[in-house]
């Protein structure tokens, strides 16, 4: 293969050490020279590495995304050096079956960028990555308190309190009365519960009080006041960083309120567009290669000169999901152009694969908003380029 770089560098990532390989070589050497070495991760030895690769005049330096510890070298070695940074996925280099070494890692990195096979990732503005590590941070919250309110109605549920049956939220104002007056041991009935009831509700308090009348012992008690803790210190911090979310987005307002035209995007998915894919689209050729960074588009297999339907390749899995979510709201909206797109899919491909493809097409839109700059117009869907016939996913 052609050679693309004379002086390249692959760095293989870990916690406490990187190791180096260098490959020189000009474009018409099929052998050349290669250095290997290793470093610490520490600030002061990461900042020798930089300089090394100053003074052998190094071109372009490969690493992996390994978890978070790609994220210090990054940033030093951005700022001390003059090589260009590469950051590839691991999932697209994987090594040939066989020997397995942090020096064999940094040297098949090298091989790669040597000969232009890289593809590096998408590394977005300093604004962008502190909004993604904040909606990131909420969703994972979000996911904590779904387990802890999980873990309260299991221990309900073992104890036959059956409150669930006639409340849709046991979590709300007049379920977190008639938990605490069970957790509290005072007496339940119809006196007690009435004045807690409040008048929307379906249930007589004959009913309510019959549900709480299970048992509840004294561990399982115990169990549900240290959940009931867990659930409020959630509570606080998911309303403290929806705060943060919304102090960071406040520079980018005038594109979140043309994100949140689109149908089915809430402010909520608009934040994590912003936050995933940034306030421009230059790193991306075409719609094409967005879709396929998020995942949305279908996979590619050909063999004996015919196409086969393949699954949705890995990508981006928060904006995937945001924005499959965000589908799943825009068919509600029956009279929409988005509505009768999914529909007509949903008859030949079933749902959720129209869901999926109702998601591509959101991202393509998106795409076109940000590279753009206009604002969401569903008059002109049929004019832009967004096929009515979509691939089988």
């Not at 990555?129 to 994972?140: D, G």
């Not at 221990?155 to 009365?177: A, C, H, P």
Request: aromatic content about 6%.
């Amino acid at each position: 293969m052609d050679v693309a770089y004379t002086r390249a560098c692959g760095i293989d990532v870990h916690q406490k050490s990187v190791s180096v390989s260098l490959l020189i070589g000009d474009f018409d050497t099929n052998r050349p020279k290669r250095t290997n070495c290793k470093y610490d991760t520490t600030t002061n030895s990461l900042k020798e590495l930089a300089c090394w690769l100053d003074d052998n005049d190094a071109q372009v330096a490969t690493m992996e995304s390994t978890s978070q510890y790609w994220r210090p070298v990054w940033q030093i070695l951005s700022r001390y050096s003059h090589v260009n940074l590469k950051l590839v996925n691991p999932q697209k280099i994987k090594r040939m079956p066989g020997r397995k070494t942090d020096k064999k890692d940094a040297e098949w990195l090298v091989d790669l960028t040597r000969i232009g096979m890289i593809e590096p990732s998408y590394i977005p503005e300093l604004s962008t990555i502190e909004l993604r590590e904040s909606t990131r941070l909420r969703k994972n919250l979000i996911q904590q308190l779904t387990v802890i309110k999980n873990e309260i109605h299991n221990i309900l549920q073992r104890s036959n309190i059956k409150l669930t049956s006639y409340l849709s939220d046991i979590f709300g104002v007049t379920g977190m009365k008639l938990m605490n007056l069970l957790l509290n041991g005072e007496a339940i009935n119809v006196d007690t519960i009435t004045p807690l009831m409040h008048g929307r509700m379906k249930a007589t308090a004959e009913e309510i009080v019959e549900a709480l009348n299970g048992r509840l012992s004294k561990n399982d008690r115990y169990l549900i006041d240290i959940q009931l803790n867990l659930y409020d210190a959630l509570v606080r911090s998911i309303s403290e960083i929806e705060a943060h979310i919304q102090e960071q987005t406040n520079s980018f307002e005038e594109l979140r309120i043309r994100l949140m035209a689109i149908p089915g995007v809430s402010d909520h998915t608009a934040a994590i567009i912003m936050a995933e894919i940034g306030t421009n689209v230059d790193a991306f050729e075409n719609e094409q290669a967005i879709a396929a960074w998020a995942g949305l588009c279908p996979g590619s297999y050909e063999s004996g000169g015919k196409k086969y339907s393949s699954k949705t390749n890995r990508g981006n899995k928060y904006i995937k999901a945001a924005l499959a979510q965000s589908a799943m709201t825009a068919r509600l909206r029956r009279a929409s152009d988005l509505a009768n797109f999914y529909y007509r899919l949903a008859g030949r491909i079933g749902a959720v694969k129209a869901v999926i493809a109702l998601a591509h097409k959101l991202l393509r839109i998106i795409y076109v908003m940000i590279r753009d700059g206009v604002e969401y117009d569903e008059c002109k869907l049929k004019s832009r380029p967004f096929p009515l016939e979509q691939p089988t996913f």
